[in-house]
């Protein structure tokens, strides 16, 4: 999951009215009319027979599940899937291989791009070395530069709020360790747990919950725009500062996290500062993994937040601690193309088969562990959900096709470009970071399988069991969930909410106008210890919730499939 707040995310339209009237659609194997409070058209709702999600559930809960086996190998064998790293190539490999192997067909890698390098860690270590000797538990950023060898050198807090404190530091930097994050970040007793599931309470609410409408993006008036630029700018002077006064290693405290776990992403390449901050797009800033921010990348690291916060007390009472540093990194310039995995089974109405159902969750992680719950888990229960399609024989009218993402991390960039390539693109259309008052007005341009496709399934919350569905503000589809989730309210899953929840690939789906959702999942340690932290680690994750997890979506999937029509699609804004 991608970590920035999305303003589109809260993007909620003034169609939406209070469901009503919903149909009974408990029959088996049988279709059912139901309307909706917006339509009242007729909607043939298919569930399918009991034996065939008894079916579905004994192959995905039962002894035949491969998706901690699956889970191991993309954690523990291949590890962090860094996007464009050879990690991340032999991700893409592995799970093509795997799922041909499974009986899929037309697995492939899917390009897109191009996005820019690969980078790998080939050796590294922290320490303090005096006034005495203690190892530190840091990280090195993604796509950051190697240190000339192993650098000794002080450690040096720049600390600077105003644009007078640049002075207090200017010559004292070269060749030094600084550590940018401020004073120490207070750290509390865990007195509540890491880990917590969704309460019935919390689920009712989101059930029951009705959007209101909003605005079109949550604008910032003048004032607050003006502060947002300030600082960015301040930031970017800072980051000038450092490169032209030659620091040696960047350090900066994790964001959170204690007791050894810290949350580290990509390095800063520095932006140089615009002439004019009026004009200045979000869109054109340097980027770590083009080739381009080389020389304006210092090499730098992340340290847990109660080391940084001991060299900041240290260097507080008059000590000057010396580090040794020492960062080597390899770039992957062979192919700057990002690729996708992708595989089917294939349809066997002849009507139907050129249509499409998809699922998927992206493959790519961060580096400093092996994305377990970020999401490794959800590519693994999309290869499941497949899997128990296939093992349990059925046979789906429409194809089925998986999607493994990557780029995800870096703005959804995977997903985005298929789904241009493959159904279209909203040109124009709201991109990430602040709103750009210059942006063309959004248009959609349909791309040749627009129309071919029924809805696109998400799973990027972590190890959570699935708990529900998202609707993401298209009312048409609650009957259809309602009845989907009907089979399975005894392993937790039940609530159909029209909240919608962003941060992940589906939007690249919803932003075109196509059914594209994620289901409601229970937290567990998500947010608290593994999403993005050097702690997400196949140890993370929660057997029996993954087994859920792929039994549900394969159960959603196969009746996307059988239904004599696609979804209903919301209208478009
Ligand atoms: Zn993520």
Same mark, same amino acid.
Do not use: C
């Given at each position: 999951?991608?970590?920035?707040?999305?303003?589109?995310?809260?993007?909620?339209?003034?169609?939406?009215?209070?469901?009503?009237?919903?149909?009974?659609?408990?029959?088996?194997?049988?279709?059912?009319?139901?309307?909706?409070?917006?339509?009242?058209?007729?909607?043939?709702?298919?569930?399918?027979?009991?034996?065939?999600?008894?079916?579905?559930?004994?192959?995905?809960?039962?002894?035949?599940? $491969?998706? /901690?086996?699956?889970?191991?190998? +993309?954690?523990?064998?291949?590890?962090?899937?860094?996007?464009?790293?050879?990690?991340?190539?032999?991700?893409?490999?592995?799970?093509?291989?795997?799922?041909?192997?499974?009986?899929? =067909?037309?697995?492939?890698?899917?390009?897109?791009?191009?996005?820019?390098?690969?980078?790998?860690?080939?050796?590294?270590?922290?320490?303090?070395?005096?006034?005495?000797?203690?190892?530190?538990?840091?990280?090195?950023?993604?796509?950051?530069?190697?240190?000339?060898?192993?650098?000794?050198? #002080?450690?040096?807090?720049?600390?600077?709020?105003?644009?007078? #404190?640049?002075?207090?530091?200017?010559?004292?930097?070269?060749?030094?360790?600084? +550590?940018?994050?401020?004073?120490?970040?207070?750290?509390?007793?865990?007195?509540?747990?890491?880990?917590?599931?969704?309460?019935?309470?919390?689920?009712?609410?989101?059930?029951?919950?009705?959007? $209101?409408?909003?605005?079109?993006?949550?604008?910032?008036?003048?004032?607050?725009?003006?502060?947002?630029?300030?600082?960015? +700018?301040?930031?970017?002077?800072?980051?000038?500062? +450092?490169?032209?006064?030659?620091?040696?290693?960047?350090?900066?405290?994790?964001?959170?996290?204690?007791?050894?776990?810290?949350?580290?992403?990509?390095?800063?390449?520095?932006?140089?500062?615009?002439?004019? /901050?009026?004009?200045?797009?979000?869109?054109?800033?340097?980027?770590?993994?083009?080739?381009?921010?080389?020389?304006?990348?210092?090499? $730098?690291?992340?340290?847990?937040?109660?080391?940084?916060?001991?060299?900041?007390? /240290?260097?507080?009472?008059?000590?000057?601690?010396?580090?040794?540093?020492?960062?080597?990194? =390899?770039?992957?310039?062979?192919?700057?193309?990002?690729?996708?995995?992708?595989?089917?089974?294939?349809?066997?109405?002849?009507?139907?088969?050129?249509?499409?159902? /998809?699922?998927?969750?992206?493959?790519?992680?961060?580096?400093?562990?092996?994305?377990?719950?970020?999401?490794?888990?959800?590519?693994?229960?999309?290869?499941?959900?497949?899997?128990?399609?296939?093992?349990?024989?059925?046979?789906?009218?429409?194809?089925?096709?998986?999607?493994?993402?990557?780029?995800?991390?870096?703005?959804?960039?995977?997903?985005?470009?298929?789904?241009?390539?493959?159904?279209?693109?909203?040109?124009?259309?709201? =991109?990430?970071?602040?709103?750009?008052?210059?942006?063309?007005?959004?248009?959609?341009?349909?791309?040749?399988?627009?129309?071919?496709?029924?809805?696109?399934?998400?799973?990027?919350?972590?190890?959570?069991?699935?708990?529900?569905?998202?609707?993401?503000?298209?009312?048409?589809?609650?009957?259809?969930?309602?009845?989907?989730?009907?089979?399975?309210?005894?392993?937790?899953?039940?609530?159909?909410?029209?909240?919608?929840?962003?941060?992940? #690939?589906?939007?690249?789906? #919803?932003?075109?106008?196509?059914?594209?959702?994620?289901?409601?999942?229970?937290?567990?340690?998500?947010?608290?210890?593994?999403?993005?932290?050097?702690?997400?680690?196949?140890?993370?994750?929660?057997?029996?919730?993954?087994? =859920?997890?792929?039994?549900?979506?394969?159960?959603?999937?196969?009746?996307?499939?059988?239904?004599?029509?696609?979804?209903?699609?919301?209208?478009?804004?």
């Amino acid at each position: 999951m991608l970590r920035r707040k999305l303003t589109s995310a809260f993007l909620l339209s003034a169609f939406l009215l209070p469901t009503a009237a919903l149909a009974q659609t408990n029959n088996v194997g049988t279709t059912t009319p139901a309307t909706t409070a917006t339509t009242a058209a007729k909607l043939k709702i298919y569930t399918a027979p009991q034996d065939v999600i008894d079916k579905i559930k004994e192959e995905g809960m039962g002894k035949n599940s $491969q998706v /901690m086996q699956t889970l191991s190998y +993309l954690t523990d064998v291949i590890g962090g899937r860094l996007t464009n790293s050879p990690n991340m190539k032999r991700a893409n490999e592995w799970t093509r291989d795997t799922m041909t192997k499974w009986g899929m =067909q037309n697995a492939k890698l899917v390009a897109w791009g191009p996005f820019g390098r690969g980078w790998s860690l080939k050796s590294f270590s922290a320490q303090v070395v005096a006034p005495q000797t203690l190892p530190v538990i840091a990280f090195p950023k993604a796509w950051s530069t190697s240190t000339k060898g192993a650098v000794t050198a #002080d450690v040096v807090l720049f600390d600077v709020k105003t644009e007078a #404190d640049f002075e207090k530091y200017r010559g004292t930097l070269r060749k030094k360790i600084v +550590l940018v994050s401020g004073d120490p970040k207070p750290v509390k007793a865990d007195f509540d747990g890491y880990g917590t599931r969704r309460t019935d309470e919390d689920l009712l609410k989101m059930a029951n919950a009705v959007p $209101q409408a909003q605005p079109q993006q949550q604008q910032l008036n003048e004032e607050q725009q003006r502060r947002q630029r300030e600082a960015f +700018l301040f930031n970017l002077k800072r980051w000038n500062f +450092l490169l032209q006064e030659k620091a040696a290693v960047i350090v900066d405290s994790s964001s959170k996290g204690t007791g050894g776990t810290l949350f580290v992403q990509g390095a800063t390449a520095v932006q140089d500062i615009p002439a004019d /901050m009026t004009n200045f797009s979000f869109r054109n800033l340097a980027q770590a993994y083009k080739k381009e921010s080389e020389k304006k990348i210092i090499p $730098q690291m992340t340290v847990t937040i109660e080391d940084y916060n001991r060299l900041v007390r /240290m260097i507080q009472q008059g000590v000057t601690p010396r580090m040794t540093v020492d960062i080597q990194t =390899q770039y992957h310039d062979e192919d700057l193309m990002g690729y996708n995995t992708i595989a089917e089974i294939p349809g066997t109405d002849p009507q139907l088969k050129d249509e499409v159902v /998809m699922l998927g969750g992206h493959l790519d992680s961060w580096h400093s562990s092996g994305g377990a719950t970020d999401n490794a888990a959800g590519s693994a229960v999309a290869m499941e959900a497949a899997r128990i399609i296939l093992a349990s024989g059925l046979k789906p009218r429409r194809t089925i096709r998986v999607a493994l993402w990557s780029g995800e991390e870096q703005g959804l960039n995977g997903s985005r470009e298929y789904v241009k390539q493959v159904f279209g693109e909203m040109k124009g259309g709201p =991109q990430f970071g602040p709103p750009d008052p210059n942006a063309p007005k959004p248009e959609l341009v349909k791309g040749a399988d627009y129309d071919k496709l029924s809805a696109y399934y998400n799973l990027d919350n972590g190890t959570g069991k699935i708990r529900g569905i998202y609707m993401q503000n298209n009312p048409l589809v609650r009957p259809i969930f309602e009845a989907w989730l009907a089979p399975f309210g005894d392993l937790g899953a039940k609530t159909v909410t029209m909240l919608n929840t962003g941060g992940t #690939d589906h939007l690249s789906f #919803d932003r075109i106008g196509l059914p594209g959702f994620q289901f409601i999942q229970d937290e567990v340690e998500y947010s608290t210890r593994t999403h993005h932290s050097n702690q997400d680690n196949f140890d993370r994750i929660q057997a029996e919730d993954m087994k =859920q997890a792929s039994t549900v979506m394969a159960a959603f999937v196969y009746q996307t499939a059988m239904m004599d029509e696609k979804l209903p699609r919301k209208p478009m804004p």
